[in-house]
């Protein structure tokens, strides 16, 4: 069980740059942030475009406009705002990597190189750092250099989207910077073998992923049956089931549920005495698992009408006791206030007025409780403070402003 | 690149989970190197028959999905309702440095498999919880799958559909695998504590919480009042640069146009409409959004008029940020795929090709699929391993602890 104790943070004393933009990577860093390590943030002068996300027409909208994306993908950071093109910035950068524990950088290859920002550049500068490159296809190939983004390559490139459409539909439908968040874990996962190889070997060393990758790897289980030519059949829609027992069902409330006998070998008889069915067990046509997918469609015009005779809340209380798995389509506007979602640690209050309550990261430790979010830094908000630190003094700093390293 | 062990060589972990995430996560720790031992029942994980029990899996010869979900895994059967098998899986516990279990917890409770257990055991080991729906509250008990927990109970399905239209598919496994990537990412902070405390420690994850995770950009925005208006269908988009559009060989080309005022120009050149650029109606990106049902019409109607192939390198050439909706078969041809390391080689006779995890290092390189093991293949070496004598696995067995 969690005891989740306040003790040490895991990553407390690691200095992290997170030198990219958008989402994947800042959402790997906040999760290293949520850890304890202290997060800087190295933005251009007019910051991560980021910031304006929420002007997007893919985006949530309320009454009011919060900067929520921001605020999420942001929070505990510190910003230094620095002109990576000028030199005098480039070498306030240098001084940065020489105290840095990670660095995290998603610029495309071209920009890197431009940049002087590979692995190659940076490890004379400080060779026990962890450089975690993240892409959106990989370091080589033809397409390394393509600007990527979640909805092209972790789910359009990846067979995803095709995967996830009803047939003859449209192509199915990703929401914004998901693929990107799930990728975020993967970076973690990196960094922390980055880290133990450290600890071994006392030598940094490079990391990394991309979208591409992270959405084959989720879409592992149709992609490893392309490998062996198996091909994914359409997904019939919801009146159309190969197999009426893993399907969707409207209910009377206008909800939907899933219904999810994996196991039907075992539940089909518990699942028909539990809804009167008998009739359903004595007919031939679903008499075993061969033939209730034979028969799928007849089941499903067995099924359907009495699905929707019922609420989602009738239909939970009668199948749950059994072990059905079923599950409701939730809506957010309750998964919000869904109790559960508080008892898995998943939302978590925040000292940031703007947004009370945000979204943790899915990991949980019995040792150690996140960092509690607090507002995320304006666009070299820390500049200074991070320079003092670099034990620039008072004249450097001025002197830097003047030469427009920060822009 | 091998001058270096691989990271986790020397490590062994206990597998006792079935099905995806769980042992998912466990195959990533086996690709850097730890010994993954998978502890199954009698019957073996259900996961060795899904790809026939479930008709959303694509079929085939090759048990591809056990495959690829039990990679370099020794197997070894203990039927832990028996006291005899109970007591084998403590002297396995005892020389083990991770356990993943994603029994539901009352299972645990009964197998005495919860961490208070396992930790008076060993002390030092890491224990990774997998739930469907967290560890306490009024779900906890309830099985979860990727389906249920991860995307429909997460509002990731309601979220993902067209304007009046049924609720979105989820791939088979899509958020399992993902989900697998936290728990690596969990277990990984464990070490770092036992290194740093010399302490052994509870870690986990839930479906739910992943979900969450994954769409976290609308569930922050939910949290603050702000939702998605529904997704209206291709031919009204809300942006029509930020919209699928069908190409003449019947394939689906995505426009994911951010910058619009940087590439709006570009655009119009590639698609050969120059005349659209200073077009009144569409010069600034307010116009575009006023009229995206209008301007989707036009690009729709230029784009059903050549072939993806054309179009992919009339907007390369620009810049002009876009992706194809790939089939899934399309994507072991796909040279990237190979190129970003996704699609390895495997030493499996029938399954020369398979995914690897998507974590990459410069140190070392993932390990070679071998075939999955066969149900209690290594159950001898495996507690011979662990100090039991040949007349105590002998016993093992014949008593039906152990096959």
């Known amino acids: 069980m969690s005891n989740e104790t306040g003790g040490p943070l895991p990553l407390a004393g690691l200095v992290v740059l997170d030198v990219s933009s958008f989402i994947a990577a800042p959402a790997a860093a906040v999760a290293l942030a949520d850890f304890g390590a202290d997060v800087i943030k190295v933005e251009p002068p007019d910051g991560d475009p980021h910031r304006q996300s929420y002007n997007s027409a893919n985006y949530p909208r309320g009454d009011k406009q919060v900067n929520f994306p921001w605020q999420l993908d942001g929070r505990l950071k510190r910003s230094i705002a620095l002109d990576l093109k000028n030199d005098q910035a480039r070498a306030v950068l240098a001084r940065l990597i020489k105290r840095a524990d990670i660095m995290i950088v998603n610029f495309p290859p071209p920009a890197r190189e431009r940049l002087r920002l590979r692995w190659e550049d940076i490890e004379p500068v400080n060779p026990r750092l962890v450089y975690c490159s993240l892409t959106g296809y990989g370091e080589t190939g033809p397409d390394r250099d393509r600007a990527g983004f979640d909805v092209t390559a972790y789910f359009g490139r990846s067979g995803i989207l095709d995967s996830a459409r009803y047939e003859d539909g449209p192509p199915g439908l990703s929401l914004p910077a998901q693929g990107d968040r799930a990728t975020a874990m993967t970076l973690v996962a990196a960094i922390l073998l980055g880290l133990r190889h450290r600890d071994q070997t006392g030598k940094g060393c490079w990391v990394g992923t991309s979208l591409y990758a992270n959405g084959v790897w989720a879409n592992g289980t149709s992609a490893a049956g392309a490998l062996v030519g198996a091909k994914l059949l359409p997904r019939q829609s919801p009146d159309k089931p190969r197999n009426a027992l893993t399907n969707l069902y409207r209910t009377k409330d206008d909800r939907w549920l899933q219904l999810i006998m994996v196991r039907d070998d075992r539940l089909f008889q518990p699942f028909c005495r539990a809804i009167g069915r008998d009739d359903l067990l004595a007919d031939p046509r679903f008499a075993d698992r061969e033939r209730r997918k034979e028969y799928a469609i007849d089941l499903h015009r067995e099924l359907a009408p009495m699905f929707a005779e019922k609420t989602y809340e009738e239909w939970e209380r009668l199948l749950s006791p059994l072990g059905i798995p079923i599950g409701v389509i939730g809506r957010l506007a309750d998964v919000i206030e869904d109790d559960q979602a508080q008892h898995a640690g998943i939302f978590a209050d925040t000292t940031n007025p703007e947004i009370p309550r945000t979204v943790n990261n899915p990991i949980r430790l019995g040792f150690a409780r996140p960092r509690t979010a607090g507002p995320p830094p304006k666009i070299g908000e820390h500049s200074d403070q991070i320079l003092r630190e670099l034990a620039y003094s008072d004249g450097e700093i001025a002197a830097l402003k003047k030469s427009g390293a920060f822009g | ?403």
């Open chain 2, 1 to 403: 690149m091998s001058e270096y062990a691989l990271p986790l060589a020397g490590l062994r972990v206990l597998d006792i989970s079935s099905f995806i995430a769980a042992p998912a996560a466990a195959v990533v720790l086996g690709d850097w190197g730890a010994d993954v031992i998978k502890v199954e029942g009698p019957e073996g994980d259900p996961n060795r028959r899904i790809m026939h029990d479930s008709s959303n899996y694509p079929k085939s010869e090759v048990n591809y999905p056990w495959e690829m979900d039990s990679r370099n895994k020794r197997s070894i059967v203990l039927d832990l309702k028996k006291p005899e098998a109970r007591a084998a899986l403590d002297r396995l516990i005892a020389t083990s440095d991770v356990l993943i279990c994603n029994f539901p917890p009352p299972v645990r409770d009964k197998l005495r498999l919860a961490y208070e257990h396992t930790k008076k055991v060993n002390p030092k080991l890491i224990y990774a919880s997998l739930t469907g729906y967290g560890e306490t509250g009024p779900d906890r008990d309830r099985p979860g799958f990727d389906a249920t927990a991860y995307f429909a109970r997460s509002g990731l399905l309601d979220a993902q559909r067209y304007e009046g239209g049924p609720p979105g598919v989820p791939g088979p496994a899509q958020g399992d695998r993902a989900t697998a990537m936290a728990l690596v990412s969990a277990i990984l902070m464990a070490l770092i504590h036992r290194m740093k405390t010399g302490e052994g420690s509870w870690v986990g994850t839930s479906l739910l919480g992943n979900g969450l995770w994954s769409c976290g950009v609308i569930a922050q925005g939910a949290l603050v009042g702000a939702f998605l208006p529904p997704r209206p269908p291709p031919d009204r988009p809300r942006s029509a640069l930020g919209n699928i559009y069908r190409t003449a060989d019947d394939r689906w080309l995505q426009l994911t146009i951010v910058r619009t005022d940087k590439l709006w120009a570009p655009l119009c050149q590639a698609l050969e409409l120059p005349e659209l650029i200073d077009d009144p109606r569409f010069a600034v990106e307010a116009e575009r959004r006023t009229r995206s049902a209008e301007l989707a019409a036009i690009l729709s109607t230029t784009f059903a008029k050549k072939p993806y192939e054309h179009w992919r390198k009339a907007l390369a050439a620009r810049e002009v940020t876009f992706g194809v909706i790939s089939r899934p078969q399309d994507v072991p041809d796909d040279e990237q795929a190979v190129a970003c390391g996704a699609v390895v080689e495997t030493a499996i006779a029938n399954m020369p090709r398979t995914l690897s995890n998507p974590i990459r290092v410069s140190f070392a390189e993932q390990r070679k699929a071998h075939p999955a093991p066969a149900l209690g293949e290594h159950s001898e070496q495996i507690l011979r391993d662990a100090g039991l004598s040949a007349d105590e696995v002998a016993a093992l067995r014949q008593s039906g602890a152990m096959r």
